[in-house]
Structures are given as C-alpha cells and as structure tokens.
C-alpha cells in the first residue's frame, strides 16, 4: 500500500529564513504528487502540484517542490518565509489511474515575525 | 463556480442524537471524498464515491456511520447516533478524475457533547 511520510512535524522558523519540508513516499509505480496548505481554521487548499515533466514545480505564494524520482522525494521549499506562511502542510500522493489521495501526517509551520 | 459548499459549518450535538452533513461537489466533478480531522488522528479519508457509487469505505469508523450520494450534486454523510469522540472537522472534497486533484470544501465543526 502506498504510505507517505513527513518527517518534520512541528517547524519553527523566523521571517527571512529559507524552508524546506521533507516528503517522501513508497510506491513503485507512476504517481501524482501534490502539496496541499492548511492556514489556521480553514480548509485545505493546493499548493502546487507535480504531474509530469519538469521535476522542479513551482506553485503560488513562492513554494516550489523538486521530484527526485530515484529518492522517492517531493520536497517544498521557499527561499524566504512570512510570517503569514504559519500554516499545516500536508504532502499526498496518488497512483495514476487512481482518484483517493494519500496523505502525509501533515508539518505545522509556525513562522515567528 | 462556488467551489464545494458544505452545510452546516458548524453543529453541536448532545450525545445519540442524529447528525447529516452535507456536501454539495463541484459542478462536473465525478469524484466526491469524505475526510475527518483531528487533532490526535490527522487527516483521514472516511470513503469517496466515483461516479455516485461508493468506491471504498475502509475509513469509515463504524455502523453508526453511513454516507450517501443520491445524485452527481449531493452527498451525505449520517452519524447515528453520535457520541463526543466523533468531534472533529469533516471535510468534503471532489474531482474531475484527471490527474487526482482535489478541492475541498470549508469543513463542517461538529461537536458532541
């Protein structure tokens, strides 16, 4: 069965500084990749996601994630945080052909001004 | 387009009482999905219909948990009867079944006393 991991669940960081949040995922075969943003008290919302192509995609707000086929990995990163990016993310994955999502346990991202 | 529309957004129960939520999908979208989120459990998919049948409902907790798609442009999803440990936020969510994006719905905040 496919599974996803977020290995960093809880991340503090200061305005300005850079983020990267670990994604990763087991299964062997073709995969949609997305990344999903929670701000507090509202519902999920895509960042961005990953489909075929330019392993490096960006998404709205700064966020950009590299898929790294041979590590299993969609990392997200942003070169600089706000204050405004505290919010849960969530990594899913989908085998194509397939319409249920995966997700990940989820990263709370708590962004100090 | 009003993007997934869910009612109520907020109900509070007494224990063994009847609760329907309610979900309306994206006009077009042939998927429809069923997510509880708590704080101790995360994310987690209760079932989803493709195409107004039930595809899989491994998520769903136990009997007093149903859900319905009577047509392409409603879901329900019943809890009878409901105790303290189902509150939580449940969100609806739907595709078109291309590529496995999702767009959820603002979320119901169900408590039980």
């Known amino acids: 069965a496919q599974s996803v991991s977020q290995h960093n669940h809880h991340v503090i960081l200061s305005e300005a500084a850079s983020l990267e949040l670990g994604c990763n995922y087991s299964y062997g075969g073709t995969v949609n990749l997305f990344w999903y943003v929670q701000y507090p008290g509202q519902h999920l919302q895509l960042l961005l996601k990953?489909?075929?192509?330019?392993?490096l995609v960006k998404g709205i707000k700064g966020f950009e994630a590299e898929f790294i086929k041979s590590k299993f990995s969609f990392n997200l990163r942003k070169p600089s945080v706000q204050w405004s990016d505290t919010a849960e993310y969530f990594c899913?994955?989908?085998?194509?052909?397939?319409?249920?999502?995966?997700f990940g346990t989820g990263t709370r991202l708590l962004v100090s001004p | 387009d009003a993007g997934v529309i869910q009612s109520p957004r907020h109900e509070v129960t007494e224990m063994g009482q009847e609760v329907t939520l309610r979900c309306k999908p994206i006009?077009?979208?042939?998927?429809l999905f069923w997510y509880r989120q708590t704080m101790m459990r995360g994310l987690e998919l209760l079932i989803y219909f493709n195409n107004n049948v039930p595809i899989d409902d491994s998520g769903m907790p136990e009997d007093r948990f149903s859900a319905k798609m009577p047509n392409a442009s409603f879901s329900t999803l019943k809890i009878q009867p409901s105790e303290p440990r189902d509150s939580a936020v449940y969100f609806c969510a739907s595709s078109s079944g291309r590529g496995g994006e999702q767009f959820f719905g603002p979320g119901t905040r169900l408590t039980v006393l």
């Open positions: 899913a994955v989908n085998d194509r052909g397939f319409q249920k999502l995966v």
């Open positions: 006009s077009g979208h042939n998927s």
């Open positions: 990953y489909f075929s192509g330019d392993p």
